[in-house]
């Protein structure tokens, strides 16, 4: 270990040495590249957190930069080097999508793409990459706290102790919820439409026959954005991971030179290539293509939706009964129109909830969280266009079938929060005492200019 090590410091070129340190800020300027730190034996170099610094989510951080993120890489790299040893592994899929969320928040954030790669000093391309390998790493952090705390409990005797000598404006603040209803109707496309889709869908796969890169073909066409950057490559998932219509047809692969036939799904349309399978799960890539929906078709189903309510609203039939029967939304028509908020629970698992804080709503659809701001309990909506979570365009009317007021916690009224946050407590408590037990059996060697530090673990320098 101690020989990789220097060949790293060697490689590098460390002249730290040959100037007298003043501040972390003004050495950053000064040298291109070093090792800042080593931890174990893996090297942190100032480029990585010069590259940290840079991202606009850390634009609020606390302390001095210098300090805090290589500490917090430093910590990282304990969790890694475990999650190694422990097979931890997350999949592409989920990477790809968690980059292309945080891509669309960075440009949001910026103003535009142009801006972001101004800020970033880098191309689209290199962000995406600088992404990926900074997610996958976080990721399996993730997954190895996860792993860490898995057996930690909390009894409902422990919150209401925790709880109890609390004066109230030390209780969370919980923000107002949301229960929605909603009644939804998919815009008529024509059989051309679709016609057209299939036939380019099939162009490609005999193009692919003819030796050009399914990839290729891809990255240039598929609509799926999470993964036409990595040559429509979902990574390796389960049956259960995918649309059952899509998992259906992917499965039955047997060799990574086909190509599937066209493939309906809830996200529209695909041909699909195998990449590689490990016991039940499988690698594939895909292209995807959506049909055009036209403007005269959207009117004819927002003016169907604008006929329904009054309905409703003459109680003709309840809106409930008009989900359940005329709604066309298969994630909700089964649950009277009642939609449900699926999020982590205070065991760390998934939980399903029907409440929604407005952020929550928010994220899942601007559109309707727009439409809910504005409406009272037992309101019908007028119908209004959006973008469901399966990417399609759909025309909806809503109601609210309850709204809860931001208040403050309690046992009675809101104690899975409660306990999530007890739970929490006793979960951070393990992880502290897992990092300050491995501080005392990792090698760490921090540059000297790079110590005068008021770390949060002090066991980094003896």
Do not use: H
């Given at each position: 270990m101690m020989k990789r090590i220097a060949g790293i410091l060697v490689i590098l070129i460390l002249h730290s040495l040959l100037f007298t340190p003043h501040s972390l800020a003004q050495q950053a300027n000064n040298v291109i590249d070093e090792v800042i730190w080593v931890v174990?034996?893996?090297?942190?170099?100032?480029?990585?957190?010069?590259?940290?610094?840079?991202?606009?989510?850390?634009?609020?951080?606390?302390?001095?930069?210098?300090?805090?993120?290589?500490?917090?890489?430093?910590i990282q790299k304990l969790f890694l080097h475990q999650a190694a040893i422990d097979s931890i592994e997350v999949t592409d899929a989920q990477i790809n999508n968690y980059v292309e969320q945080r891509i669309n928040d960075l440009v949001l954030t910026a103003g535009s793409k142009e801006k972001l790669?101004?800020?970033?000093?880098?191309?689209?391309?290199?962000?995406?990459?600088?992404?990926?390998?900074?997610y996958k790493d976080e990721m399996t952090v993730i997954r190895m706290r996860e792993k860490l705390t898995e057996d930690v409990k909390v009894t409902p005797a422990e919150v209401r102790r925790y709880f109890k000598d609390l004066p109230e404006d030390s209780l969370p603040l919980i923000p107002t919820q949301v229960e929605v209803e909603v009644l939804v109707l998919q815009p008529r496309i024509p059989e051309e439409e679709i016609a057209r889709i299939k036939e380019e869908l099939r162009g490609y796969t005999e193009r692919i026959n003819n030796g050009m890169s399914f990839s290729t073909l891809a990255i240039l066409y598929s609509e799926d954005t999470a993964s036409k950057t990595q040559g429509g490559e979902l990574g390796y998932m389960g049956r259960g991971e995918l649309d059952p219509a899509f998992a259906n047809v992917a499965f039955s692969l047997t060799d990574p030179k086909k190509v599937s036939k066209v493939v309906e799904s809830e996200f529209g349309f695909h041909i699909i290539q195998l990449v590689d399978k490990r016991g039940d799960k499988a690698n594939f890539r895909h292209i995807l293509r959506r049909p055009n929906v036209a403007q005269s078709d959207i009117n004819a189903s927002l003016l169907r939706l604008d006929s329904i309510a009054d309905d409703i609203r003459a109680e003709k039939f309840t809106f409930e009964d008009g989900c359940t029967f005329i709604s066309q939304d298969k994630d909700t028509r089964n649950n009277h129109g009642l939609m449900t908020n699926q999020k982590r629970g205070p065991d760390g698992g998934l939980m399903q909830t029907s409440r929604f804080e407005m952020s929550e709503l928010a994220n899942l659809s601007p559109e309707l969280a727009r439409v809910v701001d504005t409406l009272q309990v037992g309101q019908i909506s007028s119908p209004f266009q959006m973008t469901n979570r399966h990417m399609k365009t759909v025309c909806t009317i809503a109601k609210v079938k309850n709204r809860i007021p931001a208040h403050r916690a309690s046992i009675s009224e809101d104690f899975q929060v409660l306990r999530e946050i007890?739970?929490?407590?006793?979960?951070?408590?393990?992880?502290?005492?897992?990092?300050?037990?491995?501080?005392?059996?990792?090698?760490?060697?921090?540059?000297?200019?790079?110590?005068?530090?008021?770390?949060?673990?002090?066991?980094w320098v003896e």
């Open positions: 174990g034996d893996e090297a942190i170099l100032k480029s990585d957190v010069e590259s940290m610094r840079r991202d606009p989510s850390w634009s609020q951080i606390k302390g001095n930069p210098y300090c805090v993120i290589p500490e917090q890489l430093a790669e101004e800020y970033m000093s880098m191309s689209m391309t290199q962000i995406r990459e600088e992404l990926r390998e900074r007890v739970l929490n407590k006793k979960r951070a408590e393990v992880i502290d005492e897992w990092i300050r037990n491995k501080q005392k059996n990792t090698y760490v060697r921090i540059n000297e200019a790079w110590r005068d530090c008021d770390f949060e673990y002090p066991g």
